[in-house]
């Protein structure tokens, strides 16, 4: 592969969107807050599945991959690496399905309504049964609309994103798996809010583009962006060694993206 520095644009986009796992577009850190270290985001697969793809975990070699199917519901379908589907659940009530995460600790998928005129509600699902369905519901509509969740390992809790619509300003909220506030800062407009996990102590936001790197206080610590097509649409992580494993979406055509090296 030629250095990453010297693709052009269009070299760039034909790699990432022609390609397995080998395809890749490079990053080239912008001035300010961007990233001081170069990753590269290789296609994992092309989504089998066309429709409204929003949210999108992964666990164990598999991607979990939300779509709002309208009415309020969506469906989430699970994919292997080589983008064999491996399941499908009936239309759920979870609204634009806008993020998901899973909790290690027993595997339950919590997915974000999302939404720039949704309250936001977190609803749990039992993803690992023969037909997944809603086991409780999290109430976060006085945080505001346009919901985004990421589940903090390391606190046993949660991390949830509201505004009173997709322009902010936000509030990250960090609470317990009940759903109790424990903490919260505000965060100004970064871009369209997309995905949302948590690497260690470290906030991942997934905007237009854009991944922006936060501490637990609302710091921005770092910024990534992302030289690809189509509209972002989820966040995933993995944990790899002392590092954490980052995976996107994206949408037109639907697809998913791996970022290397692993982030620290």
Known sequence: MEPARSMTRRRLLTSAGGAGLAGAAALVADAGQASARTYEFDLVFNVPDTGNIQGLAYRHGRFYVGFDVGGGNGVIRVYDRSGKKLKETQPLAVGHAAELSIRPADGMLYIATGGGT???????????????????????????????????????????????????????????????????????????????????????????????????????????????????????????????????????????????????
Do not use: C, W
């Open 118 to 264: 949704n309250p936001t509600k977190v609803n749990v699902v039992n993803i690992a049964t023969h037909d997944p369905k809603i086991v409780r519901t999290i109430d976060f509509a006085s945080l505001g609309n346009s919901g985004l969740v990421a589940v903090d390992p390391r606190r046993d809790g949660l991390l949830v994103h509201a505004g009173p619509g997709d322009q902010g300003p936000f509030v990250f909220a960090f609470t317990d798996m009940r759903g109790k506030v424990r903490s919260t800062f505000p965060l100004p407009y970064q871009g369209v809010p997309q995905g949302l996990e948590m690497a260690g102590d470290k906030i991942l936001y997934y905007t237009d583009n854009k991944i922006t790197v936060l501490n637990r206080r609302g710091k921005i610590t770092d910024t990534i962006d992302i030289p690809l097509t189509g509209e972002s649409e989820g966040l995933a992580v993995a944990p790899a060694g002392r590092g954490t494993r980052v995976f996107f979406g994206y949408n037109k055509p639907n697809r998913i993206y791996a970022m290397r090296p692993v982030f620290r």
